[in-house]
């Protein structure tokens, strides 16, 4: 089983919708959770942290259900330049080890 | 401004041939880590290095070697060994010890085998 799984998509969404992205990890000794976006053919950077209460930043809501063990993103109000592919990865609590799920690729469709 | 450099950009690589790539920090960071990324694939873990002359395999570092001679440096070399390199190389880097810190990346070298 994989440590972290993503649903790959694609998913192809009209600009101003709301788009959702899951995740879940097999690890319920997992420290720290993050959502990276990365751009075709460039290095994946770091887009939020995701904290046990939950937390927004601008456009963007990432929840943690550690019950559940899955981590969520939501976009609201979609942007032509929110198109590329989002990574959820998942910390370790010993081994600084850091699990990625493949990626959910996202276009945004004018 | 603090960061990390890897180098070359771009390799092209004869068949047989070692190859190495460079990854400098200067972000003071104790971790740092070596990712191959295939096309539409996720990034698989190579090597890491969690200190000084110590580093541990990923999942896949058969055909690949390090070393971690000081804390900014930790080149990757892909020898001949390794049948597969054409491949996206990512170098990372971390803060050890701290719940919640997150992973920095290079810009990556995007490898190729003629």
């Known amino acids: 089983r994989k440590e972290v799984e993503q649903d790959p998509g694609p998913f192809n969404v009209p600009e101003g919708a709301t788009v959702a992205f899951n995740c879940t990890y097999s690890n319920s000794a997992s420290q720290s959770f993050f959502w990276y976006r990365q751009d075709c053919r460039k290095e994946p950077k770091l887009l939020m942290s995701?904290?046990?209460s939950g937390n927004e930043d601008g456009r963007f809501t990432a929840q943690l259900n550690r019950a559940s063990q899955y981590i969520s993103l939501l976009i609201r109000d979609s942007k032509l330049s929110d198109s590329a592919t989002y990574l959820c990865?998942?910390?370790?609590?010993?081994?600084?080890?850091?699990?990625f799920g493949t990626g959910t690729s996202l276009t945004v469709i004018p | 401004d603090g960061g990390i450099t890897q180098s070359p950009k771009y390799l092209f690589r004869k068949e047989g041939q070692n190859v190495t790539l460079s990854c400098e920090q200067n972000?003071?960071?104790?971790?740092m880590y070596w990712y191959r990324q295939d096309p539409g694939q996720g990034l698989r873990l190579i090597y890491y290095s969690q200190i000084v002359n110590d580093f541990q395999k990923g999942d896949i570092a058969e055909g690949y070697s390090v070393s971690r001679e000081k804390k900014e440096s930790f080149p990757l070399t892909v020898t001949s060994a390794q049948k597969n390199p054409t491949a996206f190389y990512l170098c990372?880097?971390?803060?050890?010890?701290?719940?919640?810190?997150?992973?920095?990346f290079g810009e990556g070298s995007r490898l190729t085998v003629l």
């Open positions: 972000l003071n960071h104790d971790a």
């Open positions: 990372a880097s971390s803060m050890s010890g701290t719940a919640t810190g997150e992973l920095f």
């Open positions: 990865v998942v910390k370790t609590r010993t081994g600084n080890q850091f699990y």
């Open positions: 995701v904290y046990s």
